[in-house]
């Protein structure tokens, strides 16, 4: 499966963004879906993840509260609405997927990778 991100841009502290992940293929509802951030100078973290049936869902602490991930299997699509955006938030946040696994924060769990798409935050 390939993967699109879009969705980031610039924005001010408190302001809100949907970012979206176009996956291509037939199986998307077979996939479970996270979304991961890597920000200047440090590693690339775990963000958020949703089961292939949109039933469950696992938030990092530093976003639970502020963000919301949602998938349109219909459309082969996988959101992200982060709300009350904080400098800290700014990152390329990567959409990431692989099939029928279980919600996982680790990276090493997803086999597909979009190219990331960049938020920055302004103070």
């Known amino acids: 499966v390939q993967l699109q991100a879009s969705g980031g841009g610039l924005v001010q502290t408190g302001g809100s963004l949907r970012l979206s992940c176009t996956a291509s293929g037939r199986a998307f509802s077979s996939y479970t879906m996270a979304w991961f951030r890597q920000a200047p100078g440090k590693e690339r973290e775990f963000v958020v993840a949703?089961?292939?049936?949109?039933?469950?869902?696992y938030y990092a602490d530093s976003v639970k509260g502020r963000c919301t991930i949602s998938r349109d299997n219909a459309k082969n699509t996988l959101y992200l609405q982060m709300n009350s955006l904080k400098p800290e938030d700014t990152a390329v946040y990567y959409c990431?997927?692989?099939?029928?696994?279980?919600?996982?924060?680790?990276?090493?769990?997803?086999?597909?990778w979009g190219q990331g798409t960049l938020v920055t935050v302004s103070s």
């Open positions: 949703i089961s292939w049936s949109g039933s469950t869902t």
């Open positions: 990431a997927a692989n099939s029928r696994i279980a919600i996982s924060t680790m990276e090493s769990r997803y086999a597909y």
